[in-house]
T-cell receptor, first 109, second 116 residues
Framework: GQQLNQSPQSMFIQEGEDVSMNCTSSSIFNTWLWYKQDPGEGPVLLIALYKAGELTSNGRLTAQFGITRKDSFLNISASIPSDVGIYFCAGRSGSRLTFGEGTQLTVNP | NAGVTQTPKFQVLKTGQSMTLQCAQDMNHEYMSWYRQDPGMGLRLIHYSVGAGITDQGEVPNGYNVSRSTTEDFPLRLLSAAPSQTSVYFC???????????????FGNGTRLTVT
């Protein structure tokens, strides 16, 4: 089946620092999505990318759809304590959405 | 607006018991799906449905059954629970154009299942 490799698995940063995480795959996807999950809740969509090369921002978040359609990255600028959580990438092919393993982000005030 | 509602929130089963995890959405979404979340493995698709009366297998379907008799409901059945099915289960839904920004995948808050 399709697999996504997400890195890093975890990050410990100081408030105010920038964060970068990425996902790679051997498969091509038509859509890349980035989700955030808070403890005890379901994932919530942050950014959706639909075209190769697309760069999209949502506040302090910026994500890009890789030109090969096999990768994507998410950047968070000037992190704040409420950025804490698990971030998932997801690639869509047809009706299926495949998720990465997640990046656990910890922000120290 | 309730969104995606999952019940129960927590469940403990003995090996071999059967149960149904309920999922309901009130957004008239055509697409519904079930995922399981395990540490270090992200979310893995169990089954999905693109509309009432239509279901299909995902990545890890073994040991689970689904049905979609109505647009609103998509129950997940464990026929004979096994310890390997200990996990957090998420139901998600969207309009048929799944993944587009105008139709994001909405997740429920999960069911935490322990099989002893």
């Amino acid at each position: 089946g399709q697999q996504l490799n997400q890195s890093p698995q975890s990050m410990f940063i100081q408030e105010g620092e920038d964060v970068s995480m990425n996902c790679t795959s051997s498969s091509i996807f038509n859509t890349w999505l980035w989700y955030k999950q808070d403890p005890g809740e379901g994932p919530v969509l942050l950014i959706a990318l639909y075209k190769a090369g697309e760069l999209t921002s949502n506040g302090r978040l910026t994500a890009q759809f890789g030109i090969t359609r096999k990768d994507s990255f998410l950047n968070i600028s000037a992190s704040i304590p409420s950025d804490v959580g698990i971030y998932f990438c997801a690639g869509r092919s047809g009706s299926r959405l495949t998720f990465g393993e997640g990046t656990q982000l910890t922000v120290n005030p | 607006n309730a969104g995606v509602t999952q019940t129960p929130k927590f469940q403990v089963l003995k090996t071999g018991q059967s149960m149904t995890l309920q999922c309901a959405q009130d957004m008239n979404h055509e697409y519904m799906s079930w995922y399981r979340q395990d540490p270090g493995m992200g979310l893995r698709l169990i089954h999905y449905s693109v509309g009432a009366g239509i279901t299909d297998q995902g990545e890890v379907p073994n040991g689970y059954n689904v049905s979609r008799s109505t647009t609103e409901d998509f129950p997940l059945r464990l026929l004979s629970a096994a310890p390997s099915q200990t996990s957090v289960y998420f139901c998600a839904s969207s309009y048929s154009n799944m993944g587009r920004s105008s139709s994001p995948l909405h997740f429920g808050n999960g069911t935490r299942l322990t099989v002893t």
